[in-house]
T-cell receptor, first 112, second 114 residues
């Protein structure tokens, strides 16, 4: 079935470090891809999305590029802040099947 | 101003009880969803409604029954609560059912079954 795989384990890094969170997907069609962020005690917020191959989504300094050849949508930020500490979820949505399939999420902790 | 709201935010109850969670969206969206987030933060869709019509019904026990009185509201009723129902339940909405439609999430309802 359609699924999303995120790298295992939490990510701990220092302020101003470079962040990468890997996301790969398996889908029978051509999905749209999303990154959602969940701050402590809150619901999910859309961070960015891309709807076709080679699209780049960007928001708040975060970027991700839809790579069809590697079925990936890795999230990057050049210089993280303490306020970026949250759980990040990669997700996909397929045509005619509007459910979001989520990855397991990555806890990101940014240390001052 | 809240786009997608849920009540209550916290719900603590005993096994065997029946409870409801309410969701409202003021975005004018046609489609609404319920997701369950387990203790490991894994999110899985439960139901989806489009214009009050059920369009997604995942393999959820029939103790869970969604109801959409109008397209701005989607409630979740749970009968005979079990320990395993403890989770955070998120409501979401989107303009349409297409793969490019962004889903907007509510703040969640943390259900604890004792």
């Amino acid at each position: 079935g359609d699924s999303v795989t995120q790298m295992e384990g939490p990510v701990t890094l220092s302020e101003e470090a470079f962040l990468t969170i890997n996301c790969t997907y398996t889908a029978t069609g051509y999905p749209s891809l999303f990154w959602y962020v969940q701050y402590p005690g809150e619901g999910l917020q859309l961070l960015l999305k891309a709807t076709k191959a080679d699209d780049k989504g960007s928001n708040k300094g975060f970027e991700a590029t839809y790579r069809k050849e590697t079925t990936s949508f890795h999230l990057e930020k050049g210089s993280v802040q303490v306020s970026d500490s949250a759980v990040y979820f990669c997700a996909l949505s397929l045509y005619g099947n509007n459910r979001l399939a989520f990855g397991k999420g990555n806890q990101v902790v940014v240390i001052p | 101003d809240t786009a997608v709201s849920q009540t209550p935010k916290y719900l603590v109850t005993q096994m065997g009880n029946d409870k409801s969670i309410k969701c409202e969206q003021n975005l004018g969206h046609d489609t609404m969803y319920w997701y369950k987030q387990d203790s490991k933060k894994f999110l899985k869709i439960m139901f989806s409604y489009n214009n009050k019509e059920l369009i997604i019904n995942e393999t959820v026990p029939n103790r869970f029954s969604p109801k959409s009185p109008d397209k701005a509201h989607l409630n979740l009723h749970i009968n005979s609560l079990e320990l395993g129902d403890s989770a955070v339940y998120f409501c979401a909405s989107s303009q349409g059912r297409g793969r490019t439609d962004t889903q907007y999430f509510g703040p969640g309802t943390r259900l604890t079954v004792l």
